[in-house]
């Protein structure tokens, strides 16, 4: 079993639609949550980090983590085509961690 | 902004050829790794460096090695190349300590080999 699986998709929604990502991980000394796009012929970048349990909300993005089902999502409101990409869950046991465990990744597509 | 470059977009190398990639970032990152990206599997870590000449495997290490000369470039040696070594190849850097989560990609190497 992966230590953290992510369901590869494709997934693809209306422009506007919200849209729900999510990754699930085994390893409880997890504690810091990431969430990371990659479009199209680039390297992924940082999204959000969220430390712990709880919700964290950027624009139309909020990251949402439950440690008690080991379960965390991202969520995307009125989403837009520019969001279509790739999205990487990652995590660590602490925020000095030099190594990053990645979900497997979440081809979204938005359609116009 | 951060930048990390790749010396290569996309490579084609054949069978048993010894290959480079070259990584160089211009921030002042400690820390800098290499993964490589296959559909299905996500990202996997190949080998990380936290410091000028010194490295650790990941996940992955088996048939290639690693060089950190200095604190900007990264290389990923491929010693003989083998066709399952086809792939996406990233790089990336962190600042360490505090900010460890926060990692900078480059745009990829993707590298064919026939």
């Known amino acids: 079993q992966k230590e953290v699986e992510q369901d590869p998709g494709p997934l693809s929604v209306p422009e506007g639609a919200i849209v729900s990502l999510n990754c699930t991980y085994s390893?409880?000394?997890?504690?810091?949550f990431m969430w990371y796009r990659q479009y199209s012929r680039k390297g992924p970048e940082l999204l959000m980090y969220?430390?712990?349990?709880g919700n964290k909300e950027d624009g139309r993005f909020t990251a949402q983590v439950d440690k008690s089902s080991k379960y965390i999502s991202l969520f995307i409101r009125d989403s837009q085509p520019s969001d279509s990409a790739t999205y990487l869950c990652?995590?660590?046991?602490?925020?000095?961690?030099?190594?990053?465990?990645f979900g497997q990744g979440t081809r979204l597509t938005i359609n116009p | 902004d951060v930048k990390v470059t790749q010396s290569s977009r996309y490579l084609v190398k054949r069978t048993g050829e010894k290959v480079f990639l070259e990584c160089v970032q211009d921030?002042?990152?400690?820390?800098m790794f290499w993964y490589r990206q296959d559909p299905g599997l996500g990202l996997r870590l190949i080998y990380f460096?936290?410091?000028?000449?010194?490295?650790e495997k990941g996940d992955i290490p088996e048939g290639y090695s690693v060089s950190r000369e200095k604190k900007e470039r990264f290389s990923l040696i491929l010693e003989s190349a083998s066709t399952n070594q086809t792939s996406m190849y990233l790089c990336?850097?962190?600042?360490?300590?505090?900010?460890?989560?926060?990692?900078?990609f480059g745009p990829g190497t993707r590298l064919t080999v026939t």
């Open positions: 921030m002042d990152h400690e820390n």
């Open positions: 990336a850097s962190s600042l360490g300590g505090s900010r460890g989560y926060e990692q900078y």
């Open positions: 990652a995590m660590s046991g602490n925020q000095g961690a030099q190594k990053l465990v």
């Open positions: 460096s936290y410091d000028v000449k010194m490295k």
């Open positions: 969220t430390y712990s349990s």
């Open positions: 390893n409880s000394a997890f504690q810091y």
